[in-house]
């Protein structure tokens, strides 16, 4: 069984910063691309920010020179430092992973249960 679980989240005034790390733990042979998306009330959950084991990112428009995401691979873990956070960065924040728990299967893809991000003055 494998889980994903985020930290991190908060409140923050405009403006401000937050960094959500995400760990992954249980049987884990291998994680490939982690990613970071968002859903705000009412919105469909959208991607925000993506790696891939080697570093390699992807970032949405929206948040291009603003969200900086990492990982440590040693670590299991994923991290998004969100700066120059705005109002509409208000969402719940979920981290996704690509992972292969045996060897020579394929990855499957798991969801951690969110944190919520709230950007207000």
């Known amino acids: 069984q494998v889980q994903l679980v985020e930290s991190g989240g908060g409140l923050v005034q405009p403006g401000g910063s937050l960094r959500l790390s995400c760990a992954a733990s249980?049987?884990?042979?291998?994680?490939?691309?982690m990613g970071w998306y968002r859903q705000a009330p009412g919105k469909e959950r959208e991607l925000v920010a993506t790696?891939?084991?080697?570093?390699?990112?992807y970032y949405a428009d929206s948040v291009k020179g603003r969200f900086t995401i990492s990982r440590d691979n040693a670590k299991n873990t994923v991290y998004l430092q969100m700066n120059s956070l705005k109002p509409e960065d208000t969402a719940v924040y979920y981290c996704?992973?690509?992972?292969?728990?045996?060897?020579?299967?394929?990855?499957?893809?798991?969801w951690g249960q969110g944190t919520q991000a709230t950007v207000s003055s």
């Open positions: 996704n992973g690509a992972i292969i728990t045996y060897i020579g299967d394929r990855p499957s893809s798991y």
């Open positions: 249980g049987r884990i042979f291998s994680i490939g691309v």
């Open positions: 790696i891939t084991r080697g570093g390699n990112t």
